[in-house]
Every structure is written in C-alpha cells, then in structure tokens.
C-alpha cells in the first residue's frame, strides 16, 4: 500500500525516528485497532493512534456523554451532552485525520458483539469502566489470538500491560479474583487519564511497528500522585480457565523437544 503525498507529509515527523522509517509508518497503515470505553482513557488513545496513522480504528462505546465527563474526554463538546459520545469521537478524529477509516459502534462490549469486534482488528486496546466487558474482551483475544493492551486507573493509580495470547500472562492471571468495580466511585482528573492513554497507545505503536521493547509480560504499575512507576512481572497461570490452555501446549511442546535431544544425544553416543 503505497503513500499519498500528504500521507507523507503528515507522518513525516515520525517517519524520521530511527527503526519506525515508512515501514513501520506501513504497518501502521495496514492495522486495524479495535478501541472498547471510548472515555477519557479510550478516546484519548483513540486520538494518538489516529494521529499516528493507524488505518482502521473500532470505537466501542455504549451510552451517552455527561456533563461529569467533560472534564477528562477531550474529543467531546459541551454542545454533545446527552448523545452518544462516540459518533462525536469519530466526527472529531476524522476532523483531525481524514485519511483513516473509522467505525463507531454504540453498544458495550456483550458476549453477542465481542467475538465480531476481535476478529476484524490486529490489535484491541481494553479501556471499558468496568471488569464484566474486560473479562469478555480478553477472554476474546485469547481465544482468536489477538493481542491486547490492557489499561486502567483509579483515582492518581494506574496500571498498564500488553497481552499477548500464549506468551504473556492474561487478564485473568493478573486478576483471578476481580475487584468491586464502581465506575462513579471513585474522582479523576483528565491528566491521570490522559498520561495513561498516551502510554497505552504508545504500547500499541510498539507493538504494530517492532519500534522500541512493549511490556509484554510486565505489568506497569503508576502512583500518579507521587510520579512513582514500577515494572512487575506477573504471574502466568499454568492453570488459567481462560489462557491455561496455552500454557499446557508450550509445556508439552517444550517437554516433547527435551526429549527429542535426549534420544539424539543417546543415539550419538551409542553409535560413536
């Protein structure tokens, strides 16, 4: 898929970076990113993935906007309280990019819709307010093999991780027990939101494009109150209902090759 002139243009600044160049500038281009709680956390890494130049953004967002909402998604206008949020964020992100394709899908994520959502995109980015559509979306991504970037806050917290399906730990292995989840129940300020949505859709650029070392297999852990940030290595359950399968398969692959060199290694010395 060849460039326009203004496609080059546009990109041009971050065609220049060392290791991302027009190929990784292609990639982007040919990937399709499905985004679920357009919100303040979905909408603002909605906005950096399509200033980047990701060719096919999925917003997935139920419900409409709120005058408390405004305070934090910054695709929304005063004039749009009351109406589904995200026809305006696709209306705001093809003002700033018309050279991507956008679907809006006014529904939450349901166990009716998750399975077409997953299958249409190369990469899904978990941004939903509450645990029951983030549990369908891993579990989704696990099973047709779609990476995801798992992102969410409370108050000045925030944690962030790239999932890969069969490599890195999933949803469900971080969290096997799931908090109580109010979505109103805890304050927020733009910025908090705003900082993590720039890191998650930073991890996707990563990820599509090779640029850089994403966090696959490390959960990032932020205390925006006090700018503190960790890395954590979480545990991948061999037993996990949603990914164990996976695990069971590399084990029996790996177990299957140890003995393979084991009976090369005895045939060489038998015959030596």
């Known amino acids: 898929m060849e460039f326009t002139p203004t496609e080059l ?23 399709t990113a499905v985004v679920t709680g357009v919100g303040g956390l979905g909408g ?30 910054i695709l929304m206008t005063n004039a749009w309280v009351g109406q589904p949020r995200v026809f305006k964020a696709r209306e705001t992100l ?32 978990d941004c939903a307010f509450d645990f ?20 969410a806050m409370s108050g000045m917290d925030a944690y962030l991780t790239t999932i890969i399906p069969g490599e890195t730990p999933c949803l469900s292995c971080i969290f096997p027990e799931k908090p109580d989840w109010d979505r109103w ?9 705003g900082t993590l949505a720039c890191l ?10 090779g640029l850089g ?3 696959t297999g490390q959960l ?17 359950d061999p037993n996990c209902p949603v990914c164990g399968h996976f695990t069971q398969q590399r084990l029996m692959s790996y177990v299957g090759k140890q003995k393979a060199q084991v009976q090369n290694y005895e045939f060489i010395i038998h015959n030596s």
């Not at 999925?58 to 419900?63: A, C, D, H, K, T």
């Not at 129940?185 to 939101?193: K, P, R």
Request: charged residues 25%; negative net charge; aromatic residues 6%.
């Open 220 to 236: 990032l852990t932020m205390d925006l109150g006090s700018a503190t940030f960790a890395k954590r290595r979480p545990y991948h």
């Open 132 to 151: 029951t559509e983030r549990n369908l979306l891993n579990a989704a991504c696990v099973r047709w093999g779609v990476p995801m970037v798992e992102a």
């Open 213 to 215: 070392e994403p966090l």
């Open 200 to 209: 998650a859709a930073l991890e996707g650029i990563k990820l599509l494009t």
């Open 94 to 125: 093809l003002n700033i990019n018309p050279e991507i394709e956008i679907e809006a899908v006014h529904e939450f994520v349901t166990p009716d819709n998750v399975d077409a959502l997953v299958q249409q995109a190369d990469i899904a980015f």
């Open 185 to 193: 129940g805890f304050g927020v300020l733009g910025a908090v939101s």
């Open 9 to 31: 243009e546009r990109y041009s600044r971050q065609i220049q970076l060392p290791g991302f160049g027009q190929e990784g500038q292609k990639r982007l281009k040919d990937s």
């Open 44 to 73: 603002t890494v909605a906005l950096y993935l399509a200033v980047a130049g990701v060719g096919k953004l999925i917003l997935v967002r139920g419900g409409d906007l709120r005058l408390d909402d405004l305070n934090r998604q």
